[in-house]
């Protein structure tokens, strides 16, 4: 290591995004020697259209979507993925953890207490997500806004720039907890990426990771994973601590689109306000985006048509909770939609063009699907106990991949409730 640090530590996170940033901020507090490495940078974040394309997606292969291709929604950078989601708060499905005797409501009521989460003010609304909330409610949906984790002080009207990383400190991200985490005396290694999970005895001692083109060593007490949905299973299939795959869920999201004549605009935050049906299994909410993404999705459809219409189009996210199946293997991903998943979108992309028309939108199209949030693929219950931990002793997972089902709602609430709850009873 490059860095003269003790060791051993109490214990090593591999990833910081928001269960990583969440564990190791717990442990840090309590004064323990933590070592947080990350496979991404950790360069201040630019708001840029290049740095997104760096941490955001990467290709999926297989059977995983139409036309055998898929973009991955990923977050390799310092933060993971709250350095380029939407900043949406979805509480906690409390009831499906609480299945398995873990009690996310402590966690949840202090991080409430403590983070800039709450719904947007109306100044910060833009006029695409106004649209498309009066048709909604001409449908006579329940559309409500959406808590957010944004900073309404520092939030700028006509601004997009959440999407890409916002450089202005307005929303807020998993660096936050890695910031507060560091200045407590945890150590962070950028650009580290770990291969291989050393065990001695039947516990987790350690990691061996490549940093500046060496494979180093860094042993602790406690190994807690938290590289997501795919990077965590794949990291115990290197180790030789898990089976060659595993089945994940997905959260399939489909982007509805449509054009209206009177209004220009295209610059605000997505997902101020939208629905979520739970029984259905489908959520839907406002998400212009940024005019790469929008022509990404326009193109993708052939609708070469659509181009120039961004600032005029108003979009709607269709995602719903999907079934497990699939595999995330050592270097691939798979997934094919079940009938159910394919009806659920259906009904879903029908909803949205209902709300769309209701808007006075023309010339509606829509997407492939994506996948918005993977998880599920070391379940609890399953892989890892209600302690977060596996067969392995002192080896801990915390990231989207525990979640014990499909839950079809953005996941990073959900993860700093078991960051926080891992690092206390570690």
């Known amino acids: 290591m490059n860095q003269q640090v003790a060791q051993p530590f109490d214990a090593i996170v591999v990833g910081s995004g928001p269960g990583g940033a969440s564990v190791a901020r717990e442990l840090a507090r309590r004064q323990l020697r933590v070592l947080i490495l990350e496979q991404g940078s950790a360069a201040p974040l630019q708001g840029t259209l290049s740095q997104m394309a760096g941490i955001a ?23 993971g993925t709250t350095t380029i989601n939407f900043a949406t708060a979805a509480p906690p499905p409390l009831a499906m953890f609480a299945a398995h005797g873990i009690d996310l409501a402590p966690a949840l009521e202090s991080l409430r207490a403590e983070l800039p989460m709450a719904p947007l003010p109306d100044a910060l609304i833009g006029p695409l997500a106004k649209r498309i909330e009066q048709g909604a409610l001409a449908r006579k949906l329940d559309w409500r806004k959406l808590d957010k984790l944004i900073r309404p002080q520092s939030c700028r009207t006509g601004c997009w720039r959440c999407v890409y990383g916002c450089p202005f400190g307005a929303k807020w991200t998993a660096r936050d907890f890695i910031d507060e985490a560091v200045q407590l005396g945890a150590v962070l290694l950028d650009e580290a990426r770990v291969e291989h999970v050393i065990v001695e005895n039947g516990r987790a001692t350690g990691v061996r990771y490549r940093r500046d083109g060496e494979m180093r060593e860094a042993f602790g007490a406690n190994v807690v994973l938290a590289g ?26 489909i982007a509805v689109m449509g054009v209206v004549e009177d209004i220009d ?34 193109a993708q459809v052939g609708r070469l ?26 270097r691939w991903v798979d997934k094919t939609l079940t009938a159910a998943d394919r009806a659920k979108l259906a009904t879903g992309v029908g909803m949205a063009r209902e709300i769309l028309r209701a808007a006075g939108a023309k010339k509606i199209f829509k997407s492939w699907h994506f996948a918005a949030h993977s998880g599920g693929s070391l379940r609890i219950g399953d892989v890892v106990d209600g302690d977060l931990q596996t067969t392995t002793r002192n080896l801990f997972v915390c990231d989207a ?14 993860l700093l409730c078991l960051g926080k709850r891992l690092g206390t009873n570690l």
Do not use: C, N
């Not at 059977?63 to 390799?76: C, E, K, N, T, W």
């Not at 997501?228 to 990291?235: H, M, N, Q």
């Not at 629905?275 to 022509?295: F, N, R, S, V």
């Open 401 to 414: 991949s525990v979640i014990p089902g499909p839950w079809g709602l953005p996941p990073t609430l959900t």
């Open 305 to 330: 048509d659509r181009l120039m219409a961004h600032s005029r189009t108003l979009t709607l996210m269709v995602k719903i909770r999907d079934d497990i199946g699939g595999s995330v293997g050592p």
């Open 228 to 253: 997501g949905g795919i990077g965590s299973p794949r990291l115990l299939y290197r180790s030789g601590l898990h089976a060659e795959s595993s089945a994940f869920f997905s959260d399939p999201v």
């Open 57 to 79: 997606a990467v290709p999926g292969k297989g059977a995983y979507i139409h036309r055998d291709a898929s973009l991955l929604v990923s977050g390799v950078a310092a933060g």
């Open 265 to 298: 605009g295209g610059a605000e935050v997505p997902m101020a306000a939208g629905m979520y049906m739970h029984e259905e299994g489908i959520a839907l909410a406002d998400m212009t985006l940024p005019k790469p993404m929008y022509q990404a999705f326009a």
